[in-house]
């Protein structure tokens, strides 16, 4: 299982330079986790660079994957991870979202570069 973090998305919607690094993790849907805060970037991001059609169409691209939910187990250990590696609220969900599918962060933003269990590419 991969977590494809919302800037990967982003750099594959916008065909950017680290596209092609995204792109077959985010083909194969049935190895994808999507958490709702990563639908929530990604929708606000499209209202904003798109359009609504735009953004509705990649929700639902979003929806053939593992969607999960901000339970419980996932926000206690979002805290901890955000006090032990100085992460913010948004960041900390979707890591703790990736180790609890036992998932791999696939991700470009700095912030995770030196976790465990996540694959940085520097832009």
């Not at 190895?31 to 609504?52: A, D, G, H, M, S």
């Not at 901000?70 to 913010?88: P, V």
Request: glycine content about 4%; charged content about 20%.
């Amino acid at each position: 299982m991969v977590l494809v973090d919302t800037c990967g998305w982003i750099e594959w919607l916008t065909d950017g330079v680290l596209a092609d690094n995204y792109a077959p993790y985010l083909a194969d849907t049935s190895q994808l986790i999507v958490p709702t805060l990563v639908q929530f970037e990604l929708y606000k991001w499209c209202l904003r660079e798109r359009n609504e059609a735009v953004a509705l169409e990649i929700i639902g691209l979003t929806e053939a994957c593992r969607i999960t939910q901000l339970d419980t187990r996932i926000a206690l250990a979002a805290a901890d991870i955000s006090t032990q590696h100085k992460l913010a609220m948004a960041d900390s969900i979707i890591y703790a979202s990736a180790l609890a599918y036992r998932g791999k962060l696939l991700t470009s933003d700095a912030h995770f570069a030196d976790l465990s269990d996540v694959v940085y590419w520097n832009k």
